[in-house]
Structure formats: C-alpha cells, structure tokens
C-alpha cells in the first residue's frame, strides 16, 4: 500500500483533508503487533507461529473484503441450491430417524457408563487426566523445555501431516487433545458391557462418525494448513470452495454430492468402459453387452458376469490395465456382462423378481441365440451376486441348469454379520426410507453414495471437504473414483425386497426367501463354486462371505483376496500388487481357515483362470457379437451406463 503522499504532508494538514475527502485518500497500514515468540529449538520445541500469520499486517484487505463479499455471494448460491433441490418434508424424516437413532444408541452405552456413578467418575478423571497432562506438556513447550508429545504423531493420518501440528505447540495441543478424546471416545464404547453386537457396532460407528466431523482438521482457524492457504489466497481459496459446494449441492439435488475425481478429465468408451463390444440386446432392466473377442479361438462356454446395480457395470472395465473384462477376453473368453438401467420414476415396481427374469434369465436366453451354447459359468459382485445365488436357487427348483458353474465376488448370502452397511438397516430406518421412495419410486444414487462414504468419513467425506470446500481445490482425475461418484438410482420394490430380506430378516440363508412363488434354498445349487473374499472388505466383510458360502449345495472353492471391496477384486496380475490365500472349501471356523492357508503373491486371477478353464477346456473359433443372429444395437458400452443418477 502507497502512503508516500500522506508522509509528505505537513503533520496538521493531514488530518483536515482525510476529513474533507475521505475517499480521496488510501488507508492507512493496518498495524498488527508481532506475535511474541521464542527462538525454535532443532526438533521444534518452542516453535514461532508459522511466517504466513507473521505476515497477516501485510495482508491486502481489499481484496479480502472483496473475497469476502464474493464469498457471501457463493454462500447464498449454495443454500439456495440446497432449499431449492431437498424435499423439506423428506429431509426431516429421514433426519429425524438418523438423530433418534444415534439418540438411542449412544444412549445405550451412556446408560450402561451410569448406571454406576463410580465408574463414570472414574472414566471421566481418565480423561481429564489425559487433556491435563497434554496442557502441562504444552505449557513446558511454550517456556522452551523440549519434552515429547503425550500422543505421539501418527504418519498414516493425513489429516495431520502439515509441520505446525508437530512443530507449534498451539496446534499440538489441538491435535493431541482431539485424538485423546477420540480414543476415549472409542474405548467408552468398547468397554460398554451387556449390549448386543449390533448396537456396540452402530455406537462404535456413530463415535467415528462425531469424531471425524469436530476434527480440528476440519475447520480454518485451527487447521494451520487451511490458515496459510487462505491468508496466501486473501481468502479467494474460499470463493472457489463455496462456488464447488453449490455446484456439488446443485448435482445431487439439493444433497451434498461430493466431487472426488476431475469428472471433465473422463469420457466413457474412450478413457473409461473403453473394451470394444456391442449392445446386443435392451429390455426395461437391462443393455446385455457382448465383447468382441482378441484370440483366434475362444472356449466355447461363454461367460455372463452380473454386476452391481448399486454403482455402475465398468467398475469391472476401468480402462486397459485394469480392466477385469478386457483380460478375460484376452484370455478367450467369449464375455457378457450386464449393463442395469440407472432407472426413474416408471421403474418404480422392478424388484428383485424383475431383475432375475428380465435380467439374468433373459440374458443366458440370448446367450444361446447368440453363441448357440445352452450352458454358461457365470460370476456375480457384490449384490449382483446376491442376486447370482438367490437366481440360482431359483433354477434349481425349477430345473434349469444352464448356469454349469458361478463365481462369486465378494458376495453375501448370509446377513447375519453382514458388516457396516448393517448399521443403516433398522425398522425406522426402513420406514423412513419407504416413506421417501414413496415420492419418487426409487432412491437416490446420492444417497447410497453418502452412505458407502460415511463408513470412511476421514478418507471419503472429510479430506474432499477440506480440500474442495476450504483449500479450493479441484480433486485429481482418478478413475475409481470417478467411477465411484457415478452413482445410480435404485427402484423402490428391488431396494426395499434387498435391505428387508437380506440385510434385516436374512432369508435367503435362513431357507425362507420366496421369489416368484418359489420358495428357494441354496443347499439345492450344486454346480460348482469359487468365492472370492478381500481381507479388508467393509461392506461383504470376509468372514460373512466364508459364512455364507457353506450354505450352498456343491463343491466351493473358497479364496481369500488381500485389500479391499474394489482393490481385492479389481486386482490384474500385471500390478503384482497384494496377495491372496487357498486352502480349499470353507469348513470350520474363519480363523482356523486363515491358519492353515497358503499365502501367494500377486493377483488370485490366474488362480480362478485355472479353476474355470478346467470345468470346460474345449474350445471353438472366435464369435463376433450378436453371433449374426442378433440385430447389433449400439457400440459398447451401451446408453443405459451414461444416464447420471
């Protein structure tokens, strides 16, 4: 700021001008005091406030203000994006549902930390032990002591990887004192005696999810990170953070739809879905894709894969070298996979029975017109294998085997420990659900998808916020996550059929699921199987896979994948990343398994490449798409997986 003609005014003059024309003169250079500061010490003891704060009195506070005022600008636009797409009537409801439940679960454990004084009390002097020495600790620090931190950093928490949080005692004690708190938090919950499994696991989550959202991490004034970058920015950082959430409100209808990928940087069947194929055949439920093959020769069982309609079909044909469907086809497979309608309103009434007769049943029929082969081994993921196995019990009852043998992805059969996704399937919850599925005849693809996130709130929810909302800035282009925030909606009947006779009342594995008027029963499904469990899995956690797959009739070849939901499966022997475990059929208890398993490096593909080619080696010349049978409707991969949700 120029005050160079203010300084050369005579001392009296100056004041009667600035008052005659107060406009016509800058303003004076706001003085901030220096902060007061000892000298940092080598590991960083005693440590200054970070330059940028030093340097807040040089700030240009005009074009603060005018971020500011531009940041009231975006405010208004996000909530009016908000008020404008939400139901308000269904917002409440399902709100409602959400804070009674979290009411009556964290309830729960207070009850039971109460119901003797004496150990709340003590469990509260644990805690106030803890914050009070972590304030003596920081207190040393400030005076110059070099002494170590009470909570020690963690390398693997992102949230905490700037240097101020080591380095400066305030933020220090910020973050020491919140992880204290969380942990307590945890073990408050953990220790809690006499609640059933379900409810200490709704409570451990909703713990998580509270300590996730009041993280100091979370907010400008103390994340150091978010400090700098927005007294660097003049606080611009914060206009374009405000310009995204309304953009990212407005995209999910008035729900906050985080960006977690570049969406600009894809385009599907040319970086994403990008295996040549064809369309070769569309109902109501379904585009059934043909690819077209690479090898002179194919084996002569084809294979149908039967996908998730939660998220989208190319989850299993990302791009070249990650692409399970491409590698099969490269194997000789002659592949199908299903490509599930995102639906709307007149799709209200699809169900699960919809699905089996419209989508799989359908698609072994034009298998057979296509190819002229009666039987296929199929594979299923996740609920489209739920969906795999409760079809298959369907044709064993009524004597179809045209399915020789199934692979399933980590898929469940039995709900009985069926992971964190349980946690949002309760009586209250459903019926809130209903009521909302009622107004539009399906759910939301955002709404799913803020459930999947809540069960990594730090790595799903909380890092996009503080990086999209606060920082400004865009996420990278990555691919699985693109793929992840493509979400799709669910028809009402074949949601609600899933969450009640699966995930609450367990049916299938409990012999009483009837679909179409029959009653089925996996112990009849005896072609052979190959299970797939990752390790890490949240959402079909491994030992409810393992669980599941003695129910079925035949011979089961259980495996266990290293990683995750998507990395355990999406895993091409290119990478050579992780590892996965064999030691046969699924017998005894989990653990036991685990035990007595062999270890292998790399990709467990090869290993069911193995296992399927061996049920039928025999093979054919190479078959195009539609077999010249079928009239070809649109390249691969289809219109259905482009509709947004």
Same mark, same amino acid.
């Given at each position: 700021m120029?005050?160079?003609r203010?300084?050369?005014?005579p001392?009296?003059?100056?004041p009667r001008?600035a008052?005659k024309k107060?406009a016509?003169?800058?303003?004076a250079?706001?003085?901030v005091?220096?902060?007061?500061?000892?000298?940092?010490?080598p590991?960083?003891?005693?440590?200054?406030?970070?330059?940028?704060?030093?340097?807040?009195?040089?700030l240009?506070?005009d074009?603060?203000?005018?971020?500011?005022?531009?940041?009231?600008?975006?405010?208004?636009?996000? =909530?009016a994006a @908000?008020?404008?797409g *939400?139901n308000? /009537?269904?917002a409440?409801?399902? !709100?409602?549902?959400?804070v009674? $439940?979290?009411t009556?679960?964290?309830?729960?454990?207070?009850?039971?930390?109460?119901?003797?004084?004496?150990?709340?009390a003590?469990?509260?002097a644990?805690?106030?032990?803890g914050?009070?020495?972590?304030w003596q600790?920081?207190m040393?620090?400030?005076?110059?002591?070099?002494v170590p931190?009470i909570?020690?950093?963690?390398?693997t928490?992102?949230?905490?990887a700037?240097?101020?949080?080591k380095?400066?005692?305030?933020?220090?004690?910020l973050?020491?004192?919140?992880l204290?708190?969380?942990r307590?938090?945890g073990e408050?919950?953990e220790?809690a005696e006499g609640?059933d499994p379900?409810?200490?696991?709704?409570?451990?989550?909703?713990a998580?999810l509270i300590?996730?959202?009041v993280?100091?991490?979370?907010f400008?004034p103390t994340?150091p990170? =978010?400090l700098? @970058?927005?007294?660097? *920015?003049k606080? /611009?950082?914060?206009?374009?953070? !405000?310009?995204m959430?309304?953009? $990212?409100?407005s995209?999910?209808?008035?729900?906050?739809?985080i960006?977690?990928?570049?969406a600009?940087k894809?385009?599907?069947g040319v970086?994403?879905?990008?295996?040549p194929g064809?369309v070769?055949?569309?109902n109501?439920?379904?585009?059934?894709?043909?690819?077209?093959?690479?090898?002179a020769e194919?084996?002569?069982?084809p294979?149908?894969?039967?996908?998730?309609?939660?998220n989208?079909f190319?989850v299993l044909?990302?791009?070249?070298?990650?692409?399970?469907?491409?590698?099969?086809?490269?194997?000789?497979?002659t592949?199908f996979?299903?490509?599930w309608?995102?639906?709307?309103e007149t799709k209200?009434?699809?169900?699960f029975?919809?699905y089996m007769?419209e989508g799989?049943?359908?698609?072994?029929d034009?298998?057979?017109?296509?190819?002229?082969?009666?039987?296929?081994?199929?594979?299923?993921?996740?609920?489209g294998?739920?969906?795999?196995?409760?079809?298959?019990?369907?044709?064993?009852?009524?004597?179809?085997?045209?399915?020789?043998s199934?692979?399933?992805?980590?898929?469940q059969v039995d709900?009985s420990d069926?992971g964190d996704?349980?946690?949002f399937?309760?009586?209250a919850?459903l019926?809130?659900?209903?009521?909302s599925?009622?107004?539009?005849?399906y759910?939301?693809?955002?709404?799913?998808?803020?459930?999947?996130n809540?069960?990594?709130p730090n790595?799903?929810?909380?890092s996009y916020?503080?990086n999209?909302y606060?920082?400004?800035v865009?996420p990278?282009?990555?691919?699985?996550?693109?793929?992840n925030?493509?979400?799709t909606?669910?028809?009402r009947?074949?949601?609600?059929f899933y969450?009640r006779g699966c995930?609450?009342?367990?049916r299938?594995?409990?012999?009483?699921m009837v679909?179409?008027?029959v009653?089925?029963?996996?112990?009849?499904?005896?072609?052979?199987?190959?299970e797939?469990?990752?390790?890490?899995?949240h959402i079909?956690?491994?030992?409810?896979v393992f669980?599941?797959?003695?129910?079925f009739?035949?011979?089961?070849?259980?495996?266990?994948?290293?990683?995750g939901?998507i990395a355990?499966?999406i895993?091409?022997?290119?990478?050579?990343?992780?590892?996965y475990w064999?030691?046969?059929?699924?017998k005894?208890?989990f653990?036991?398994w685990?035990?007595?398993?062999k270890?292998?490096?790399g990709?467990?593909?090869?290993?069911?490449?193995?296992w399927?080619?061996a049920?039928a080696?025999?093979k054919?010349?190479?078959?195009?798409?539609g077999?010249?049978?079928?009239?070809?409707?649109c390249?691969?991969?289809?219109?259905?997986?482009?509709?947004?949700?």
């Amino acid at each position: 700021m120029d005050t160079t003609r203010a300084k050369a005014k005579p001392p009296k003059k100056a004041p009667r001008k600035a008052r005659k024309k107060p406009a016509a003169e800058p303003p004076a250079p706001v003085s901030v005091p220096a902060p007061i500061v000892r000298p940092a010490k080598p590991d960083g003891a005693g440590a200054p406030l970070p330059a940028n704060i030093e340097a807040f009195g040089r700030l240009d506070f005009d074009a603060l203000a005018e971020n500011m005022a531009q940041l009231v600008d975006q405010g208004r636009k996000a =909530l009016a994006a @908000a008020i404008g797409g *939400a139901n308000p /009537e269904e917002a409440r409801s399902e !709100l409602a549902a959400s804070v009674a $439940d979290a009411t009556k679960t964290l309830g729960a454990v207070a009850e039971w930390w109460l119901s003797k004084p004496e150990r709340a009390a003590v469990a509260q002097a644990d805690l106030y032990s803890g914050l009070s020495t972590i304030w003596q600790q920081t207190m040393r620090r400030y005076s110059g002591e070099d002494v170590p931190p009470i909570v020690p950093s963690d390398l693997t928490d992102k949230r905490f990887a700037a240097p101020e949080w080591k380095e400066n005692p305030f933020f220090d004690w910020l973050r020491q004192s919140y992880l204290l708190t969380a942990r307590w938090a945890g073990e408050m919950v953990e220790k809690a005696e006499g609640l059933d499994p379900q409810t200490k696991a709704r409570a451990a989550f909703y713990a998580r999810l509270i300590s996730s959202a009041v993280s100091p991490s979370n907010f400008v004034p103390t994340n150091p990170e =978010l400090l700098r @970058a927005t007294i660097d *920015a003049k606080g /611009e950082n914060l206009v374009r953070g !405000l310009k995204m959430l309304a953009e $990212d409100i407005s995209a999910g209808g008035g729900v906050l739809k985080i960006r977690q990928s570049a969406a600009q940087k894809f385009e599907l069947g040319v970086d994403l879905a990008n295996t040549p194929g064809k369309v070769i055949w569309r109902n109501d439920v379904m585009e059934l894709i043909q690819y077209e093959p690479t090898t002179a020769e194919v084996y002569a069982r084809p294979l149908l894969i039967t996908p998730p309609w939660i998220n989208k079909f190319y989850v299993l044909d990302l791009n070249a070298e990650k692409s399970f469907v491409r590698w099969a086809v490269e194997q000789g497979f002659t592949v199908f996979i299903i490509s599930w309608v995102n639906p709307d309103e007149t799709k209200a009434t699809k169900g699960f029975e919809a699905y089996m007769h419209e989508g799989v049943l359908t698609a072994l029929d034009v298998i057979e017109k296509a190819t002229g082969e009666r039987k296929v081994t199929a594979a299923g993921y996740c609920v489209g294998g739920t969906l795999l196995a409760l079809t298959l019990a369907y044709m064993a009852a009524t004597g179809d085997d045209r399915i020789d043998s199934v692979t399933f992805f980590a898929t469940q059969v039995d709900f009985s420990d069926a992971g964190d996704l349980q946690i949002f399937v309760d009586e209250a919850r459903l019926a809130a659900l209903d009521e909302s599925m009622a107004r539009t005849g399906y759910l939301e693809g955002v709404k799913m998808a803020n459930a999947f996130n809540m069960l990594r709130p730090n790595e799903l929810i909380w890092s996009y916020v503080v990086n999209n909302y606060m920082k400004g800035v865009e996420p990278a282009a990555f691919d699985l996550l693109y793929w992840n925030s493509d979400s799709t909606r669910i028809p009402r009947a074949n949601h609600s059929f899933y969450l009640r006779g699966c995930y609450l009342e367990n049916r299938l594995a409990r012999g009483e699921m009837v679909i179409d008027g029959v009653r089925v029963n996996l112990r009849q499904v005896n072609i052979p199987v190959f299970e797939i469990a990752p390790k890490e899995d949240h959402i079909a956690p491994a030992q409810s896979v393992f669980r599941g797959a003695k129910f079925f009739g035949g011979e089961v070849t259980f495996v266990l994948a290293g990683s995750g939901h998507i990395a355990g499966i999406i895993n091409p022997p290119s990478k050579n990343k992780y590892q996965y475990w064999t030691g046969g059929p699924a017998k005894g208890a989990f653990e036991d398994w685990i035990g007595k398993a062999k270890e292998t490096k790399g990709s467990w593909w090869p290993y069911w490449l193995a296992w399927v080619t061996a049920q039928a080696p025999m093979k054919v010349p190479a078959r195009q798409p539609g077999g010249g049978k079928l009239k070809l409707i649109c390249d691969a991969p289809g219109e259905y997986v482009r509709v947004r949700g």
